[in-house]
């Protein structure tokens, strides 16, 4: 592709694919695997002085072993507020509070908890997939279009060749990121 024009326009599409990759990757920290991670109670808003804020906030969240999330909070006020919090945002949880921390262990997922969490795993991976082939739609339009505006058509053809490859190896990629979780997920 010699045509700076299109040269923008694959880059700009590789960008929004790695977007897209990194934003699956983010999705799939959320969901649980049975081991404990920080990121499991990102959802999780708290009523601080009349505003919900988000939890990583108003506490310090750590995993002292695989099975436990300790919520250290900086103001013990909050203790209630992220007690309620992690409660209403419905992840299965049930916090224990000892009066200056709120401790959540985790309980051993069942087979039918696993497989419902691979669909999950899966239907993210399927949102990903159709980001990923949105942006190729759009990269394949603005070639189009740039091929009315006078880009040769030869150079056209490469640049729409180019987009499939790229898309296909993105794709590739969720492929793989999801074949990982899953793997986690169903570990025992």
Same mark, same amino acid.
């Given at each position: 592709?010699?045509?700076?024009?299109?040269?923008?326009?694959?880059?700009?599409?590789?960008?929004?694919?790695?977007?897209? !990759?990194?934003?699956?990757?983010?999705?799939?920290? %959320?969901?649980?695997?049975?081991?404990?991670?920080?990121?499991?109670?990102?959802? &999780?808003?708290?009523? +601080? +002085?009349?505003?919900? =804020?988000?939890?990583?906030? &108003?506490? #310090? $969240? #750590?995993?002292?072993?695989?099975?436990?999330?300790?919520? @250290?909070?900086?103001?013990?006020?909050?203790?209630?507020?992220?007690?309620?919090?992690?409660?209403?945002?419905?992840?299965?949880? #049930?916090?224990?509070?000892?009066?200056?921390? !709120?401790? $959540? =262990?985790?309980?051993?997922?069942?087979?039918?908890?696993?497989?419902?969490? =691979?669909?999950? =795993?899966?239907?993210?991976?399927? @949102?990903?997939?159709?980001?990923?082939?949105?942006?190729?739609?759009?990269?394949?339009?603005?070639?189009?279009?740039?091929? %009315?505006?006078?880009?040769?058509?030869?150079?056209?053809? $490469?640049?729409?060749?180019? &987009? @499939?490859?790229?898309?296909?190896?993105?794709?590739?990629?969720?492929?793989?990121?999801?074949?990982?979780?899953?793997?986690?997920?169903?570990? &025992?």
């Amino acid at each position: 592709m010699s045509d700076p024009r299109l040269k923008t326009v694959f880059e700009d599409m590789k960008s929004a694919m790695d977007k897209a !990759i990194d934003h699956a990757a983010t999705e799939f920290t %959320k969901i649980r695997a049975g081991k404990a991670h920080p990121s499991m109670l990102d959802a &999780v808003k708290v009523d +601080y +002085y009349g505003s919900l =804020v988000p939890l990583s906030q &108003v506490a #310090n $969240v #750590n995993t002292p072993d695989a099975k436990t999330i300790t919520i @250290q909070p900086w103001e013990k006020s909050t203790l209630q507020a992220i007690e309620k919090g992690i409660i209403i945002s419905n992840l299965g949880f #049930n916090p224990s509070n000892d009066g200056s921390m !709120i401790r $959540v =262990v985790l309980p051993p997922l069942t087979e039918e908890r696993r497989k419902e969490i =691979v669909k999950k =795993v899966k239907s993210e991976a399927e @949102q990903a997939k159709i980001t990923i082939r949105n942006i190729r739609k759009e990269a394949n339009e603005a070639i189009k279009r740039l091929q %009315k505006e006078g880009v040769a058509e030869d150079e056209a053809k $490469v640049a729409e060749t180019n &987009v @499939q490859k790229t898309t296909d190896t993105f794709i590739k990629k969720i492929d793989d990121l999801t074949a990982a979780k899953e793997a986690e997920v169903m570990h &025992v």
